[in-house]
């Protein structure tokens, strides 16, 4: 896996991986014009997307009747530097026809103890903890 990530000006990069799909990042504070998510946002970002592809990808394997999956993610940062994350949150609202709740429970924990690389990852740094909620769609 390669990143390469050129500045564009102020605090905005523009990161580009192997396959040529891009994505800017913005340390800039709101009030400064930032132009797209900071580079802290983004690993937030990609945890959500990493949780939530496992989640989704074992309800279908378990052949759940699921229609939308949102992982919301909230994080808590060090007062100090480096303001790394102490704390992590990810909820998931899992939306379908007569989802069983113990295959969502055991979906989104093979998620945070087996699959996701990015959240086991920050795991080793931050506190991470999460919580699910089933819909009828």
């Not at 229609?67 to 919301?72: E, G, I, P, Q, V």
């Not at 998931?92 to 093979?110: P, S, W």
């Amino acid at each position: 896996m390669k990143i390469t990530s050129q500045w564009v000006s102020g605090r905005c990069f523009v990161a580009t991986n192997e396959s040529g799909h891009s994505v800017l990042s913005d340390g800039a504070a709101a009030d400064e014009g930032k132009r797209a998510p900071s580079p802290m946002e983004l690993l937030l970002m990609g945890v959500a997307g990493c949780s939530g592809i496992d989640v989704v990808e074992i309800l279908q394997k378990q052949r759940q009747n699921i229609d939308d999956c949102l992982a919301t993610v909230t994080a808590v940062r060090a007062d100090n530097v480096p303001k790394v994350f102490t704390e992590i949150h990810i909820h998931f609202k899992v939306i379908g026809k007569d989802l069983k709740e113990e295959a969502v429970a055991r979906a989104v924990q093979l998620s945070a103890e087996k699959y996701c690389s990015a959240s086991i990852m920050l795991g080793k740094a931050a506190r991470i903890s999460h919580s699910f909620e089933v819909a009828e769609s």
